[in-house]
Structure formats: structure tokens, C-alpha cells
């Protein structure tokens, strides 16, 4: 991991194309702003981990479907 100190107004370049401003110092809460693509998803990282956790609940088999798969296959033979 890259450890760097910033102060209020300055900034991070990330390969040419993104830009992390620290834009306040309040106590011991920081504002960032981020400048990027479009194309470039920016997330707080329990978003992030939530969304990550929501796929991987969408993506397993039910018993339901796992069950219709076994019967097709059964009915294959």
C-alpha cells in the first residue's frame, strides 16, 4: 500500500486519468473528491462490499432451481 500525506487543496494523480482532491479536515473526518471517466465506478467500499455480497447471493442456485436442473437431467437418461 502507498501511503501519502496530503493537506487541504491538494491532490493525487492516478495514471492520468483520476484525481483524489482532499477538499477538508474536520476533526478526524476527511472530504475527498474524486475526478474520473465515466466509465469508472467510484464506491464507499461498504457499498462496494455490499453490492459484492448481493451478486454473490444472486448468482447461487436456489434448491428450487438446483432441483429442476437434477430433474432434467434425470429426465435426459
Known sequence: MLVLSR???ESIIIQDQIEVSILS???DTIKVGITAPAH???FRKEVYLSIQESNRESAAPTPS???AFMQRLRNQK
Open 7 to 9: 493537506k487541504k487543496g
Open 25 to 27: 479536515v474536520e476533526g
Open 40 to 42: 469508472i465506478d467510484i
Open 65 to 67: 432451481t438446483l432441483e
